[in-house]
């Protein structure tokens, strides 16, 4: 979660988000545990490490009696983190990312691959992937060979005057700010749409999403070059309607 000004951004989605994970897991949050309890605890905590004018939020959730697998089991805690952020995250990113795929293992697309959850191998297997290979970011493709999403980005593309990106089913995890763009207001056609590899290469703009750093465009994957028009339209939106 990304917190400015005292206040959590797009508080309802990430909400919405736990409490269906929690509701998938058949964990069982107190009875106290709110939307403005939780809300109040991360500004409460942000205040205490004077990090409330603009500060990134983790909320992690898990099972008590030690990850006993079991039925009794099913009594959730959670603990929360706040790291201060820099201005720079409100900003369209000057130079676009390299980005390219990541080989070595492919994302299952089935219920639980929405979660965003700690079994997060893959994803930081395709991140040291990024490094060695001098890449800004990796994407992982699903079982069939396509798109799911990227390290701790969901991945858009335009084609002509549509915005795809990949279903829910095809494997990616249900971000925030994905989920807030699809329902944006706007006249740019934003959809579900499978994304295969041969659809990245003839795409006229490529941007990956996230909560912290909302849009950031794509300049290259492979050899494949792309602006960024749809993608600047899109973040200066996000900006209005959210800050």
């Known amino acids: 979660m990304k917190v400015y000004q005292g206040r959590v951004l797009l508080e309802e989605l990430h909400f919405e988000r736990l409490m269906a994970s929690v509701h998938l897991l058949h964990l069982e949050m107190p009875i106290h545990f709110t939307r403005d309890y ?21 909320l992690s959730v898990f099972r008590t009696e030690g990850g006993l697998y079991t039925p009794e089991n099913n009594t959730a805690e959670f603990l929360i983190q706040c790291w201060e952020l820099h201005k720079q995250v409100f900003e369209l990113n000057e130079t676009g990312l390299d980005i390219d795929i990541y080989p070595e293992s492919r994302k299952t697309c089935e219920k639980l691959s929405t979660i965003k959850s700690a079994n997060c191998l893959p994803y930081i297997m395709a991140g040291m992937y990024a490094r060695e290979h001098e890449l800004n970011d990796a994407l992982l493709l699903n079982t069939h060979g396509r798109v799911a999403d990227a390290t701790s980005s969901n991945v858009f593309i335009v084609r002509g005057n549509q915005v795809w990106t990949p279903p829910l089913g095809e494997g990616c995890v249900c971000g925030v700010m994905r989920k807030y763009l699809l329902a944006l207001d706007t006249t740019l056609h934003l959809m579900e749409h499978p994304i295969t590899v041969s659809d990245l290469e003839n795409a006229d703009e490529i941007f990956l999403t996230n909560t912290i750093y909302g849009i950031r465009w794509v300049e290259r994957f492979r050899d494949n070059s792309y602006g960024n028009a749809t993608a600047t339209i899109l973040h200066d939106l996000l900006q209005e309607a959210v800050l």
Not at 44 to 56: D, G, H, I, M, P
Request: positive net charge.
């Open 38 to 58: 939780l809300m109040d605890l991360v500004t409460q905590l942000c205040v205490k490490n004077k990090v409330e004018t603009l500060a990134r939020v983790r």
